[in-house]
């Protein structure tokens, strides 16, 4: 089967209990993402880790180490620019701290607003429209070993 690869790396950036997201203009709905995307050529996935949490939410950051790997297949006819095969991405996820900076959207991307959500109202935001909140974000909270509140499991 002939399919596309599309690889990103991603940042778990946790500050007390509030967790930094980037908020992606998706398909259908804006989505509560990681900050993070795909890698360009020559680039670690370190590299593209600090450069995607830099320009989607403003912070500069260091990484603390790797979380994991996770994948997941698009479907052709749910790709968003209409490929006629299926997406195979695959998701590096590190943990993350901010060093300096200031919280702003991403300019010029297809990232619209930066926040830092408390992990209690991930769970509310997970199915609510119009902001919802990707699958890799609780992915990836489950490979850093991070439990959400009972109110949001």
Same mark, same amino acid.
């Given at each position: 089967?002939?399919?596309?690869?599309?690889?990103?790396? @991603?940042?778990?950036?946790?500050? %007390?209990?509030? +967790?930094? +997201?980037?908020? #992606?203009?998706?398909?259908?709905?804006?989505? #509560? /993402?990681?900050?993070?995307?795909?890698? %360009?050529?020559?680039? /670690?996935?370190?590299?593209?880790? !600090?450069?995607?949490?830099?320009?989607?939410?403003? @912070?500069?950051?260091?990484?603390?180490?790797?979380?994991?790997?996770?994948?997941? /297949?698009?479907?052709?006819?749910?790709?968003?620019?209409?490929?006629?095969?299926? =997406?195979?991405?695959?998701? &590096? !996820?590190?943990?993350?701290?901010?060093?300096?900076?200031?919280?702003?959207?991403? &300019?010029?991307?297809?990232? *619209?607003?930066?926040? #830092?959500?408390? =992990?209690?109202?991930?769970?509310?935001?997970? /199915?609510? %429209?119009?902001?919802?909140?990707?699958?890799?974000?609780?992915?990836?909270?489950? +490979?850093?070993? *991070?439990?959400?509140?009972?109110?949001?499991?």
């Amino acid at each position: 089967m002939d399919f596309d690869t599309r690889v990103g790396a @991603y940042g778990v950036v946790l500050q %007390e209990d509030q +967790l930094l +997201l980037s908020l #992606w203009d998706g398909p259908n709905h804006p989505v #509560w /993402t990681l900050p993070g995307g795909g890698m %360009e050529v020559g680039e /670690t996935p370190e590299q593209s880790c !600090i450069r995607e949490i830099e320009e989607e939410t403003g @912070y500069h950051s260091v990484l603390q180490g790797l979380l994991g790997v996770t994948s997941r /297949t698009i479907p052709a006819e749910r790709r968003l620019h209409g490929q006629p095969r299926p =997406l195979l991405a695959v998701q &590096v !996820i590190f943990r993350a701290q901010t060093v300096s900076g200031t919280l702003r959207a991403e &300019v010029g991307g297809s990232s *619209i607003d930066a926040a #830092w959500l408390p =992990l209690s109202e991930l769970a509310r935001l997970r /199915t609510a %429209e119009p902001h919802r909140v990707s699958p890799v974000v609780l992915a990836a909270l489950e +490979l850093a070993g *991070i439990d959400l509140p009972e109110a949001a499991a």
